[in-house]
């Protein structure tokens, strides 16, 4: 299976997480259903945590990139570990203050902040804002001065790492909505613009090379390079940041053409990183900046799995045999947006051998509603439990009502123990914010 210890076949041959039985599971929340194995988040926290306490003397903060999964649940998990978040959008941020997240640990990130969610991040005390564009910065620092405060900031910049990865997830090359570029001279420019700021408080420097990135040399590099920035900065204008972001992007096991890393094996990405770091601070004569990294996907995503119930099978003899689930895109958009691979079992019938390939089809009103194509699986029947692995990262975060379906419930798992983290939706969910003006009454 993947590389995850709380995932493992039971006596009945049910698949099992968290020490529950997923067929039970199905049976007592129903399906679809989002299953988080809590251990694991912790573990994944705890090691990334535990590496910068232990390489860099503490010098250092993870952020859970709750991009990947966010709700109220998460953050308190992140705010037991001690760790930070990042947030991306007001929804985020007032999911964290809701949740009592410390905001001086909260990264607020975005390419395009919109004035409210500025005016929420400063009045909430969000410890750092990670600038990405000029009239941010001008419509923070007016937002700071009116309210006589100080706003530390990180500029977003783009180092030019070409990453190994969907072009969608790569984020720092030149060409990129994100960012200021170091290698065009930008990046140094909104330096000199941000400091001059009366209300911002310069600290550094953030970017993110992209997602679901395997190469440890891709990370190293885009340390290296904005070390070196730093320097550079440090050389034209007297600045030397104090601070460092390298964002996230650690890649994980989806299907057996993914390395499987265990969750020490992360600590050697983080090794890796500190270690050039570490190299550049002395090569440059610079501080050892405080170090954030800001992993998403590798906390939650193998943490997570989504039970369905098999429905309709459709044999085109000589082509295709669609095994339809009753979920789809609107639970898991993400091989209709990347061609994203999964893997697929049987949850009650985990033992049997795979005897055919088939493609595991949502029930949206969209050919391209598919979950896995061409998998290999055991001969299905309508009523199986099928589980799909590793969707514990961007799966409920990108889900929808499309086709007025519900977005799943989600449970927590842990030591035989299941609770809700989100409720079923119901249909008076779905119509509660519809209005029926006079005109049509
Ligand atoms: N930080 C930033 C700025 C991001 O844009 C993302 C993802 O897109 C992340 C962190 C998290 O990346 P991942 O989930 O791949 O670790």
Partial sequence: MNSRETLKINEKGHLEIGGCDCVELAA???????????????????????????????????????KAFSCMAMYKIAASEHIGVDVVSGGELYTAVKAGFPADKIYMHGN???????????????????????????????LCAARSVKQKVLIRINPGVEAHTHAFVQTARTDSKFGFSVSDGTAEKMTAYILKKPNLELHGYHCHIGSQIFEKQSFV????????????????????????????????????????????????YLEALIAAVKEKAEEHSLKQPFLLIEPGRSIVGEAGITLYTVGAIKDIPGIKKYVA????????????????????????????????????????????????????????????????????????????????????????????????????????????????PESLK
Avoid: H
């Fill in 28 to 66: 007592k929340f129903g399906t679809p259903l989002y299953v988080f194995d809590e251990k694991y988040i912790r573990d994944m926290m705890r090691v990334y945590r535990d590496t910068i306490a232990k390489e860099y003397g503490g010098n250092g903060l993870v952020l859970y990139a709750s």
């Fill in 221 to 268: 590099l885009a340390a290296q390079k904005a070390m070196d920035f730093i320097a550079a900065v440090k050389n034209d204008c007297g600045f030397e940041a104090d601070t460092l972001n390298i964002g996230g992007g650690f890649g994980i096991w989806y299907t057996d053409e993914d390395a499987k890393i265990d969750v020490k094996g992360y600590a050697g």
């Fill in 112 to 142: 395009n902040k919109l004035k409210s969610e500025l005016e929420f991040a400063v009045e909430a005390g969000v410890g750092t804002i990670i600038v990405d564009s000029y009239d941010e910065a001008d419509m923070l620092d007016e």
């Fill in 325 to 436: 689930i009753d979920g789809g895109m609107f639970d898991n958009p993400r091989y209709a947006l990347y061609q994203s691979k999964y893997t697929v079992l049987l949850a009650n019938r985990a033992n049997d051998a795979c005897t055919e390939k088939v493609t595991i089809a949502g029930k949206c009103c969209e050919s391209g509603d598919l979950i896995a194509v061409d998998v290999p699986l055991p001969a299905a029947k309508r009523g199986d439990i099928a589980a799909v692995l590793s969707t514990g990262a961007y799966n409920y975060s990108m889900a929808s009502n499309y086709n007025r379906n519900f977005i799943p419930p989600a449970i927590l798992v842990n030591e035989g123990r299941a609770e809700y983290i989100i409720k079923p939706q119901t249909y008076e969910d779905l119509v509660r914010n519809d209005v029926v």
